[in-house]
Structures are given as C-alpha cells and as structure tokens.
C-alpha cells in the first residue's frame, strides 16, 4: 500500500476526531476546515476516493447533500503500523 504524506495526515486526523463509523462521519467541508485550509480542497476530494478505492474511509452518513466519510479498521490497523 503506497500512501502519501496527504493520505497519512487525512487518515490521521479522522482517528484523532474518532470518525470511526458511520454515524460519526465527517464531511469535506469540515475536514478542511479541521486542516486550515493547508491542502486544497480538491486534493482531500481526490485523496478521499484513493483512500475509499483502497478500503482505508468509507462513505458516512450524509449531510445534507455532501458525502461524509470515516476512517475502517483497516485504515487504523495501517496507521499504527506506521
């Protein structure tokens, strides 16, 4: 599994808030907002659906019209290998 130091701080950071399920999702908007607008917010688009195809965030709950996300067990069991 080849991860970017953009995956790792996404991934990170969904640990951190415990957005670890469905229901506890969260969505684009705030996960910028969470990172200071450091990283694009096409580039955490982009990131999130790399990260969803490799089974490291699934989509959560939606809010409204945006789609949320939060990071498997997979993707912790990968972090703490790190």
């Given at each position: 599994m080849n991860l970017s130091k953009i995956d790792i701080i996404i991934l990170k950071d969904l640990?951190?808030?415990?957005?670890t399920n469905f229901l506890k999702s969260i969505s684009?908007?705030?996960l910028i907002v969470y990172q200071n607008s450091l990283i694009k917010s096409n580039s955490i688009y982009k990131r999130l659906n790399n990260?969803?195809?490799q089974g490291l965030v699934q989509l959560g709950a939606k809010d409204g019209k945006m789609n949320t996300y939060y990071i498997?067990?997979?993707g912790i069991q990968i972090l703490n290998k790190l």
């Amino acid at each position: 599994m080849n991860l970017s130091k953009i995956d790792i701080i996404i991934l990170k950071d969904l640990e951190n808030k415990n957005k670890t399920n469905f229901l506890k999702s969260i969505s684009l908007k705030e996960l910028i907002v969470y990172q200071n607008s450091l990283i694009k917010s096409n580039s955490i688009y982009k990131r999130l659906n790399n990260l969803k195809n490799q089974g490291l965030v699934q989509l959560g709950a939606k809010d409204g019209k945006m789609n949320t996300y939060y990071i498997t067990e997979l993707g912790i069991q990968i972090l703490n290998k790190l």
